[in-house]
């Protein structure tokens, strides 16, 4: 099966049972990775474009590998987001990488709702690689694929995102999905880092159903899953807590506060981590934290998405 969609803008695009094959593909993607020879043929001859607006290490180096190992041609083009923030320039550049012949665009850019401005304008598939502050459901779909891997299911887990929820587009994705899957969620913050208004958004008629708690200690014991977010300062406006120590040691996760987590506790972070921050440096180390798990799994479940968006020669015909 291949998805009938053009485009992955946002988790909405995806049903339950698309976002399990996806982590199931994810399975043999990976398993390919361990191979000698990582590399398969199933995208022979597609041309995939990273337009990335914004800076990222790590989703733009996924996406190429991703795109590599499935034997796409893979081009990179970062631009100034200044001249590419909205409007006729953005519509142009949809055009421009249409006629040069792309398969399908990652576009990554500050402002929300870019992904969805250039899909309508270019006839090839384009993937959200992170739009501001709204989602980036890919990062969402490796993080699904990383608590199954550690407990077998998604269903009936219960998660906490901890930290810069107003700014995060992570928190977004992985909001809707985990509810989507059937987990449950707290949403865990300093007030100023909730978005105003969430109380109505998470209505779950809206897919975004989430308990919200101002002290991460209340509710520490109960998590299967502890997930950390940066600290966007870079998207802060004005300052939103007293002190970044003052925020570090009622919001961070460091040894002490660990001690009271249940023993197989998964700990997450998107990266690029704040240690001494949001998470404490060793913290960052420990096996329990899954930061470079969630990396490696990454590519496969690139290699899932573009694989059921591009369409390709049968998985099974690949594996074997
Ligand atoms: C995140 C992003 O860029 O949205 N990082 C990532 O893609 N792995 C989170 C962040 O920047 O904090």
Not at 43 to 55: D, H, I, M, Q, S
Not at 86 to 93: I, M, N, Y
């Amino acid at each position: 099966m291949v998805f009938k969609k053009k485009d992955l803008l946002s988790i909405k695009d995806l049903s339950k049972e698309e976002i399990q094959h996806v982590l199931e593909l994810g399975d043999s993607f990976k398993e390919i990775l361990t191979r000698d020879i990582k590399k398969v043929p199933t995208l022979r001859g597609k041309t995939v474009v990273n337009f990335f607006a914004e800076p990222s290490t790590r989703t733009r180096t996924s996406f190429e590998l991703a795109a590599k190992r499935l034997s796409a041609d893979v081009v990179n083009i970062s631009a100034k987001s200044s001249s590419l923030v909205k409007g006729e320039s953005l519509k142009d550049t949809a055009k421009t990488i249409e006629a040069l012949g792309a398969d399908a665009v990652i576009v990554r850019h500050l402002s929300a709702g870019a992904p969805k401005f250039f899909a309508e304008n270019a006839k090839c598939s384009v993937i959200n690689g992170g739009d501001g502050a709204h989602e980036h459901p890919t990062q969402a779909l490796l993080d699904l694929f990383t608590m199954r891997q550690k407990f077998g299911r998604i269903e009936g887990l219960h998660v906490g995102i901890v930290g810069d929820i107003a700014h995060s587009r992570v928190a977004r994705s992985n909001l809707l999905a985990l509810n989507k899957m059937g987990a449950r969620v707290t949403l865990i913050a300093p007030p100023t880092l909730i978005p105003a208004g969430i109380e109505s958004l998470t209505a779950v008629k809206h897919g975004m159903g989430a308990e919200i708690k101002y002290d991460f200690d209340s509710v520490i014991e109960k998590l299967d899953v502890i997930y950390m977010l940066r600290i966007q300062l870079e998207r802060q406006t004005e300052s939103l807590f007293p002190s970044v120590r003052e925020y570090a040691k009622l919001f961070g996760l460091n040894l002490e506060r660990l001690k009271r987590v249940k023993k197989d506790i998964l700990v997450m972070h998107p990266g690029p981590m704040n240690r001494g921050i949001e998470i404490s440096y060793e913290v960052a180390d420990i096996p329990q934290t899954a930061v470079t798990k969630q990396v490696a799994n990454g590519v496969a479940i690139r290699m899932s998405v573009l694989y059921l968006l591009l369409g390709g020669v049968e998985i099974e015909k690949v594996a074997n």
